[in-house]
């Protein structure tokens, strides 16, 4: 049996997994990027080989994803993320049309062709808003943890809208809205919505077709997932680990090129 393994490293988590020929995920390993970008992609390479129970030796080929992949020289080959979340996420669910890829700092609408391959993409400006970076604020202002935020969001009562799509500003407007005594379920559904509005704007842009499905960080957020879907008008598929599609992608390049 021969080994492939992707490490994909983001501008706010590394990820790494390790597959065998027939594209089972062996290992695999998230971890927050810190201050060293190459120090995070390699500790996670090394606890993915680990939990797979390999050397490094037996991998025959790595490919490299993410904001910091050039600087992964053990990688045969650098890959985009965006070839590496289609290919991941096309290995899970063939019939993929339309890919949402929310991470950290980027938001990437993708349009795939029957092959797997990506036929076009619109990708967020520089700001944080629509990106995970937005959310991890805001939870933090209202003192949630991301899945608190998500749980909460999903028991609202009244609809809030946030006027804010600024970051800072955003910010801002939660601790005021917390200050006037609206419910913390209400604030974080206004989160979602808010998010959810630059996601579809995004979509959009490439043009909607079906299957859908959603990968990266923010694709474990269900509020924002079942906004989605109520905006979108269809189903959107998740894969188990979305936020490991782009490694596992990059593991899939690795063995097939
Ligand atoms: N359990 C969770 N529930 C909700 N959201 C989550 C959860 N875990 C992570 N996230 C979200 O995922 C985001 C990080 O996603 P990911 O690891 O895909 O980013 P990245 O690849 O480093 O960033 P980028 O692709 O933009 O460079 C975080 O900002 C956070 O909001
Ligand atoms: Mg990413």
């Excluded at 593991?251 to 090129?257: L, M, P």
Aim: proline fraction near 1%.
């Amino acid at each position: 049996m021969r080994y492939f393994a992707g490490i994909d490293v983001g501008s706010l988590t590394a990820k790494s997994v390790v597959i065998d020929e027939d594209n089972r995920i062996l290992g695999s390993h998230i971890l927050g990027i810190g201050q060293d970008s190459l120090k995070a992609g390699m500790d996670a390479y090394r606890e993915a080989l680990n939990r797979a129970g390999l050397k490094k030796e037996a991998v025959s080929s790595i490919v490299s994803t993410g904001y910091s992949r050039k600087r992964f020289t053990e990688a045969a080959v650098q890959k985009t993320e965006i070839s590496c979340h289609a290919r991941g996420v096309s290995a899970v669910f063939p019939n993929v049309r339309t890919l949402i890829d929310v991470g950290g700092q980027d938001s990437k609408a993708m349009k795939i062709s029957r092959e797997g391959r990506v036929l076009e993409f619109a990708m967020n400006d520089k700001c944080a808003a629509g990106t995970g970076r937005f959310v991890d604020v805001m939870a933090n202002a209202l003192n949630l943890t991301l899945d608190g935020l998500s749980d909460e969001a999903l028991s609202f009562k009244e609809e809030l809208t946030l006027s804010s799509t600024c970051t800072v500003f955003g910010e801002s407007e939660v601790v005021s809205l917390l200050s006037q005594g609206q419910s913390v379920q209400d604030i974080a559904w206004a989160i979602v919505k808010s998010i959810a509005d630059r996601i579809v704007a995004l979509v959009k842009r490439v043009g909607i077709e079906q299957d859908i499905a959603m990968s990266g960080g923010m694709a474990k957020n269900r509020a924002l997932v079942a906004r989605l879907e109520d905006r979108i008008g269809f189903d959107i598929l998740v894969p188990q680990e979305p936020q490991l599609m782009g490694a596992f992608g990059a593991a899939i390049i690795a063995k097939v090129g």
